[in-house]
């Protein structure tokens, strides 16, 4: 009788050692991630570019809005312009796709250049062409809406995720996509920004 509780007594202090193992692995994961290193500069990789500021390109999908009235973008003030709305444009479908010439088709606009531009230099260039010939005194803001991450390798949701705000970190995606698997190395995470062509 007394064996049998010693046994039972050494499985249960096994059982609580391996679950503490298990989750000290788990938790040191994450350790890592925050840990202050030497910062390296985007040369170091042979990346020249600024990646503070994204630039807008073909294909990107902009979100264009009058916030005077978020419901219309088309819903000019100036006299010499009909006050209907005959685009519909609404809150729901006020994304424009940037042309392969690098302009994106505005309602009561029409062609405006923004590729090359960073998001807030294309939200002043749609403003000041609004305030010009549209709008008495617009408040027009600009999100682009077609940038995302895509994960692969040992992250437990594996695929595309939009990028909500400016200046996500790497940990706020990680955590959005659920955070890394058990197998994942977080000393080996690599980054590559670019295209296919020029990663």
């Known amino acids: 009788c007394y064996r049998q509780i010693m046994r039972q007594i050494i499985c249960i202090n096994l059982v609580l050692v391996f679950l503490v193992l298990l989750s000290s692995c788990s938790s040191k994961q994450y ?101 010009k010939n549209v709008y008495t005194n617009p408040i027009i803001e600009v999100k682009i809406t077609s940038l995302k991450v895509t994960f692969f390798g040992e992250i437990k949701s594996q695929g595309n995720f939009p990028l909500i705000k400016e200046h996500t970190s790497l940990v706020e995606m990680i955590g959005v996509a659920g955070g890394l698997t058990d197998k994942a190395d977080e000393t080996n995470v690599r980054i590559i920004r670019g295209n296919e062509k020029n990663p």
């Not at 030497?38 to 170091?44: E, F, G, H, I, P």
């Not at 600024?50 to 978020?70: C, H």
């Open 31 to 131: 350790r890592v991630l925050f840990q202050q290193k030497r910062a390296l500069s985007d040369s170091a990789y042979g990346y020249k570019a600024d990646v503070g500021e994204y630039k807008i390109k073909s294909e990107d999908i902009l979100q264009v809005r009058n916030l005077q009235d978020v419901n219309l973008l088309y819903s000019p003030q100036n006299t010499n312009v009909a006050k209907s709305n005959p685009l519909n444009v609404t809150a729901e479908n006020s994304s424009f796709q940037v042309d392969q010439e690098g302009f994106v088709v505005l309602p009561a606009l029409g062609r405006v250049k923004v590729a090359g531009l960073t998001r807030l230099e294309a939200q002043r260039a749609i403003d000041d062409a609004y305030r």
